[in-house]
């Protein structure tokens, strides 16, 4: 671990400040840390903000919701609105990692949270996104979990956090404060693909502090899970995952969201496969024929072309789990 | 002499160190050594003690061309980089000891090349750990680099080592039945959670080594040998092991780094490998790519297996395993050949694994079993009955005792084997294929040479020693019960000491050798002890023991008696008081087998239960059941905490565990708990184990078999089978992923 200044912010302002002046936010740590000691990440200064008031659980007016940044995982994962509004988000949570680690780490700090790729987690291999130019060690190297959608021949590490492909297919809004005030964006705008500079992951001005995560209202009843699919039963990432939130009124499915997880450079919305079942009276056959477009596009990699059929199934079940055959 | 009671022995006891180790005060290799001043610990004996990082080769091949220290060395709290270009040349005497594989050891610091990737390659001490690792990171390296040779399917064998027994050949060409199959065993690291440490510590010419192994005498003579130092003036001390799996068999090359470093700065060092350098700097169980080919008649007696097996090696050693063992005993048949061929890559040379050998070739013989008798529509069960030997055909020797169909009939009826549909795909449970499968285990149990010491005192305690170990399986605990029992005290008033280079010399812990070898010199010891004891008492007109032949004494309780007439006798105390003595000792030995010319093996049947969302590719685990033929129980509990181990492991062999090597530059690339998978939690859900009552006393004094190993042998397979069971897939590479199944 290098050397780094540490700093604790008690407001806003003070974060942004320091911010401002390069330093790095820091909540539960539970990346960050485990970066810095891989030397992976070299800040100068961390700045600590879990003093700040950024904890709250709050119902928006249309029947949204508005997650604090500093939220942990764990809390948010047993909030009694959560729960009741967007199990999907619930789900995916009580899904990622172990309780340990739900217990320090936060909504803000999981939707940063840095890939899995175990080439940029080695500081002695190429990596485009630790080491821009250097190449990327994992596109002819041992590959099997990486992603098969949103590459480019710069990066095909995947996004590894489980809520952020339940907030992309809610989508959610990021909201975000900075020296010039506060903005918001829409998920799909806020975490990048790589392309040609897989070094920038997010789109967020120096110093911005992420305030929150918002969850729009959607029609209601709305039925929502995640499906995860992984080696193991618990503490481990997904090789593909499925987020689906359906409202279905008359037999009709009136609205769908779906996003996957495990095989996109970022969360991966499925807007065919949404645009597939909009209007359409749930079946078996609708789920399978939707399902098939969720792999469109793919590049598969040496070691994760199953990954293409196991999207689909994923994408297929969690229809069927979700919506039902009637 | 007449047999002593047995209160100890067979009891369920909790561990002995249960309580130290629950509450901290265990200490542990990277644990500086404390003076015990209170209940909670202590201050630390050793002064000034600085910590070391190793730097790691990130080439896989090739020769250092320079090494820049001069920012490391700049860097606050940094003592000293060592490297070849500044360290000491070292003696490397020839150790053929110390399981040390036939080559040439890897000598750190000695000259430029590098032999695999992660190699040490320098060492950075430093005031603080914080410090060390930080100087670590700033030291450059320079390489020419060359491409190395890392890929098991595409490296070229070394000389085969062979058996054969008939004609297999023409046994094969001539069954009416056969199979041939090609297998892919991923490699497997043992990641015991306590990480290998070191602290060595020089007084003058006096070197003392707190090391994390397995063979505190093993890592003493490698030392000795290392730095060319006569034996005495060595001393390796372990109490306790967080685990251990076989990876502290050997000396690695961190702990003569870590004395090398002590002796270069002056200061003691205590060097901790990360994680990270587990899976380079310790070894590793080996990949195998193995081909089998077996025939049998329509009834399913077999006639010929041909085995080719190849598995890794270093450049620098040939490691070899039992992995022929099983293939040439376990099953009746009149023609076998094996080819066993060790390919040199450049890694870091493997090291045993729990099961070593046997649990890799288990899974290719037991999966073509299962595979024959679905072949022949047969029970996989009456498949192996059929061929069920008389003896142990490789050597013409009786078996010691074999109860292996016992376990068979055991757990089929424990397990509800005949709810078995043997109709692949047929039973069902909501999106899950159900599938029942089972395989044979069988290890050939270590018994080695061996001493103790015992020592009993006035005021009736005693204290055992021998310089074995305790990597988990509750050596602490089962060796206090056979002194106990053999001194004829209470589990209170004895003291078992282990990990200590200065105790009697022992055997490595490991091979399921440490109960029938160690155990042996501990009931002689304690025999040697008690007959003292009893000698005295028959012998003083003053002992109401007086004139009783000694060979109706029995002591109980630490009271001795007249066997069956409880009432005339005294206490050890009263008897060493009274003459004057403040303690009797005794030194035992255990010589080995001898001429035992038994086939010594441990057995058991293993059955699971496996779910398979064949859509999804996953499978889980529901349930498992191990059957045990490994002679007699110690300790009942320590027994079932084993085999729950061992399964544990097996369900990670079988579904998870895979070091990835990336042939690219030799680079392992899911070095880390977080990228190599072992079972979690939620992965276990029922086990149990039953083991088989009664004893085998082929060369040994305890009746045992050795358990440790046989518990992991059989588990993959008999997973395997049952995926095979509830898909209809056979699948031959391990781990079984979810791109196998889809």
Redesign the interface.
Known sequence: ???FAFTKVSDTREALDAGRRGGRYIAGGTTLVDLMRE?VERPETLVDITGLPLREVTVTERGGLRIGALVRMAEAAAHPKVRTLFPVVSEALELSASAQLRNMATLGGNIMQRT?C??FR????DCNKREPESGC?AL???N?THAILGTSDHCVATHPSDVAVAFAALEARVSLLGPEGERHLPFADFLLRPGSSPQHEQALRKGELITAVEIPAHPRPLRSGYLK?R??????FA?TSAAVALHIRGGVIREAKVAAGGVGTVPWKLPTVERHLVGERPSESLWAAAAERAADGARPLEHN??KV??LK??V??QLRTIGGTK | MSPQPQAAVGAPLSRVDGRLKVTGQAEYAAELPHARTTSRGGTPTLKGVVHAVIVDASIGRGRITSIDTRAAERAAGVLRVIHHGNAPRLPYRDNSGSNNPAGRRLRVFQDNRVLFHGQPVAVVVGTTLEAAQHGASLVEVDYDAEQPSTDLTEAEPGEPTRYARGDAEAGLRSSAVRLDARYELARNHHNPMEPHATVAHWDGNQLTVWDKTQWVMGTHDEIAAVFDLPADAVRVVNPFVGGGFGSGLRCWPHTIVAALAARVTGRPVKLVLSRKQMYFGTGFRPAYRYRLRLGSDRRGRLKAAIHDIDAETSSYETFTEAVMGAGQMLYSMPHVRQAYRQVPLHVNTPIWMRGPGFASASFVIESAMDELAHELGVDPIELRLRNEPNEDESTNEPFSTRRLTECYRVGARDFGWDRRSPKPRSMRDGNWLIGLGMAAGVYDSGRYPGEARARLDADGTAVVEAATSDMGPGTYTSQTQVAADALGLTMRTVTFRLGDSRYPRTSPHGGSSTMASVGSAVVDACNKVREQAIKLAVEDRESPLYGVDANDVVVRGGRLHVQGNPARGETYQRLLARNNRSHLEGDGAYNGPGSDRSAYFAYNATFAEVAVDADLGLVRVRRMLGVYDAGRIISPKLAESQAFGGIVGGIGTALLEHTVTDHRDGRIVNAGLADYLVPVNADIRELKAVFLDGEDNAGNLLGVKGLGEVVQVGVAPAIANAVFNATGRRIRQLPITAEALL
């Not at chain 1, 080695?122 to 291999?125: F, K, L, Q, S």
């Not at chain 1, 080696?231 to 481990?236: I, T």
């Open positions: 671990m290098h050397p030397t899995r175990t080439y080695d500081v002695t291999a060690a002819h190297g041992f099997r699919v080696d193991r039963q618990s503490y481990e090789l072309r199953f059929e196991l199934r994923t297929e079940r």
